[in-house]
């Protein structure tokens, strides 16, 4: 009987013990899907007016365009040189996008901001909502793809790398004259 006992108290204690074991791995898979569920919220103006890059892995992975990002997602706006952003002088397309994207890596934001397209600049509302959205994803470098030029205009693809994923815009300029132009930064493209 007392072996009986003994037997008894030790299946309890490794019933127990398995039972401890199981709600451990479930609190650590549920602090795990949590941790990986948490993204800052941003504002309701950064939300419905700016650029939403971060959500953009989502819409690649589902297809589907987040809200919010209709309006990154639509066609630019009719090119109008009377208003479109100018290349600065020296410059030339390729070093205007070199220029941005170390200006958002080095958190020069408000320098960034100014060579955005207008209606990408309004869709931001102002430069600190710009900045303090770029400065969520937490871009560490960039890369450059391959210029395609058509005519008057050339299209440049550049990536920006975050640590939840790369984000691919395609900047578009139209020469008029001797001058060129942002025309528009679309969403998408290919960097090789």
């Known amino acids: ?12 204690i490794v019933i127990a013990l398995v039972v401890i074991a199981v709600l ?23 939300a419905t007016t700016t650029d939403q890059s971060a959500q953009a892995g989502a819409a690649a992975q589902t297809g589907q365009v987040p809200t919010g990002m209709q ?6 706006g009719p090119f109008d040189p009377k208003t479109a952003t100018k290349v600065p002088t020296g410059m030339t397309p390729q070093d205007l996008v070199k220029t941005y994207n ?13 060579l955005l397209p207008i209606d990408k600049q309004k869709s931001y509302g102002d430069v600190n909502s710009y900045g303090q959205q770029l400065k969520s994803y937490g871009i560490t470098s960039y890369k450059i793809g391959t210029a395609q030029t058509s005519g008057d205009s050339i299209s440049i693809p550049a990536e920006q790398v975050t640590p939840q ?24 493209g290919n960097v090789q």
Do not use: C
């Open 1 to 12: 009987m007392p072996d009986n006992a003994q037997a008894s108290n030790q299946r309890m």
């Open 24 to 46: 451990l791995a479930a609190i650590v898979g549920v602090l795990i899907y949590q941790q990986s569920q948490a993204v800052p919220a941003p504002s309701s103006t950064a």
């Open 71 to 76: 309006a990154q997602a639509a066609a630019p």
């Open 102 to 114: 170390e200006d958002v890596v080095k958190g020069d934001y408000a320098d960034a901001y100014k």
């Open 165 to 188: 994923m790369p984000i691919t815009y395609t900047w578009t300029f139209k020469k008029v004259g001797d001058q060129w132009f942002v025309a528009s930064r679309t969403m998408g």
